[in-house]
């Protein structure tokens, strides 16, 4: 695995080298559509870039959001298609076996809704889950320009500041790589926390203490 996302990430460098703006543009969306291609990897790059002069930081910026905004509209289609009808469908035939009812989908709805905006905004900026979001997203039929703006707030702000450590730290900008997946390792422990108390609490057999 490890091969290949480095033989990702130097296709991904060549891609920019080569067509600079427009293919940071390019592998931005991908990313978005394709995690394992390494978002903290090319970004920093392209700051490196700018820092050579190679590239403009403003540019870069505008260049990676826009191709976060392409691909994020990739996995709104495919939730939007997707529908609540299909993922109700499938919450009643197999939700029993993850304890998620048709009651949990209603209030996890609910709250979307609610906080449609913000949950866009702030998962923009969390790595695993910021494309993932784009996905609910659509299911819920957030309506697009909304869904845009925010998506372009986040993904900027994420873009500025990879590119912004890329460029400050210069030679050594694959180091933003190393210090982004210690971040990744703590949204993993956190998922995977939240994951095993969901299903510690919805566990029918766990031990109850006698009235």
Sequence with gaps: MSSLLGDLAGWATDVIEKLGYTGLALI?????????????????????LTGQGRMNYFGAVVAATLGAVVGALVLYAIGYWFGD????????????????????????????????????????VVPIVRSLISIPAGIRRMPLLPFIGYTALGAGVWNSILIGAGWALGDNWEAVEEYVGYLQYVVIVAVVAAVAYWFWKRNPFKSRTPA
Excluded: M, T
């Design 85 to 124: 009808a299909r993922l109700r469908w499938l919450v009643r035939h197999y939700g029993k076996f993850l304890g998620v009812s048709e009651a949990d989908l209603d209030k996890a709805n609910a709250w979307f809704d609610q906080h449609e905006g913000l949950a866009v905004l702030i998962c923009r």
């Design 28 to 48: 931005i969306a991908l990313e978005n559509v394709f995690p394992p291609i390494p978002s903290e990897a090319v970004l920093p790059l392209a700051g490196f």
